[in-house]
């Protein structure tokens, strides 16, 4: 890919006036109907085709701000990478592909992502593959012959076919794969000659079967973003139990406690070293102190015996140290 291309993340945004000529081969949904755009961008081809077939749109895009217009127009659209969503296998009736024209460390990208989404395709789905003519290698017309059947190609009108020398495919998928030679063979033969333009109005119209029934349709994206995250935490996450909040929140957590036995001064110490009066309130008198206990290690000399020999011994000390309504700090007791 170019760096032009890469630059904006392969996208190369479908012309209106080729999706104006694809409509023309779909019939309106007699029921409900999912349609999906693995590389939506801004989403306005599957916009176009699902209103004119009355249909759910579901998108995925890898790119933020192209995701965020997207959703502006499609029912549905996760942000991430389409190679890794979790989808639900055969929940949409149509598959709008214009993958990235790339390669990645692995394959082609346009196989790839046909592969991919040829899973979440239902039996008898229509798929519009949208790729440059030299992209048909021999792993995809054969992963094409096993899959779909009733396989009708074009190219773009001429004006937009000097760019990218781009193809629309129109496939139905099979229930289960299963290789067909000859039609394999009748593909490679189309390629090998001058393909039709896309008509502006198609000689055979494609219906789409209703989207399959499920409990629970799984579409999301393998990664979390913060925008999606802090909703969630917000309302489930773990600071929202009671028991955490508790120890989280200084209101909360600052119950009065009521000993059994007056408190000796090592217990104070204790206290204080355990940071259970930080930041308390002294009111006395009309004055206010910010309270903070600290606690440090020191070390000590302490007398031998031997003029030779020297003894030190780590001691802990406690302060507590107070902040007045003037900004100065008092150190009101010190203890080791």
Not at 175 to 182: K, N, Q
Request: overall charge neutral; hydrophobic content about 40%; some cysteine.
């Amino acid at each position: 890919m170019r760096l032009a291309g890469k630059a904006k993340a392969g996208f190369y945004p479908t012309p209106l006036s080729v999706v104006e000529r694809i409509i023309t081969s779909i019939k309106p949904a007699a029921g409900p109907v999912r349609m999906l755009d693995p590389c939506c961008g801004l989403g306005d081809p599957l916009q176009k085709i699902a209103q004119h077939a009355g249909a759910e749109s579901y998108g995925i895009e890898l790119d933020r701000q192209r995701a965020e217009l997207s959703k502006e127009k499609l029912h549905c659209v996760i942000r991430g990478d389409a190679l890794t969503a979790r989808v639900s296998p055969g929940a949409f009736s149509l598959l709008f592909l214009n993958p990235p024209y790339d390669q990645d460390e692995r394959k082609r990208l346009e196989y790839r992502f046909l592969v991919q989404a040829t899973a979440w395709l239902a039996p008898r789905g229509l798929l519009i593959y949208l790729i440059p003519h030299g992209r048909y290698h021999a792993n995809t017309l054969r992963y094409l012959a096993s899959w779909y059947e009733s396989l009708r190609l074009y190219r773009f009108p001429d004006d937009e076919y000097q760019r990218f020398k781009q193809t629309v495919l129109f496939a139905v998928k099979k229930a289960r794969a299963s290789f067909d030679l000859t039609q394999q063979e009748q593909l490679k033969a189309a390629l090998n000659v001058a393909l039709p333009v896309l008509p502006e109005e198609a000689s055979a119209v494609y219906s789409v079967p209703a989207a399959p029934v499920e409990h629970e349709l799984v579409f999301r994206s393998s990664e979390i973003s913060p925008e999606e995250a802090f909703p969630e935490i917000d309302t489930h996450g773990v600071w929202q139990l009671p028991e955490v909040k508790e120890n989280l929140e200084p209101r909360m957590a600052a119950r009065p406690v009521c000993p059994l036995m007056p408190l000796r001064q090592g217990h104070l110490a204790q206290l204080i070293a355990a940071g259970f009066i930080n930041n308390q309130v002294l009111e006395a008198n009309g004055k206010r102190l910010l309270i903070k206990g600290r606690t440090v290690k020191e070390s000590m000399e302490i007398p031998s015996g031997d003029e030779d020999t020297t003894i030190e011994r780590d001691v802990i000390r406690t302060s507590i140290m107070a902040l007045d309504e003037r900004g100065q700090i008092i150190e009101i007791g010190e203890g080791g």
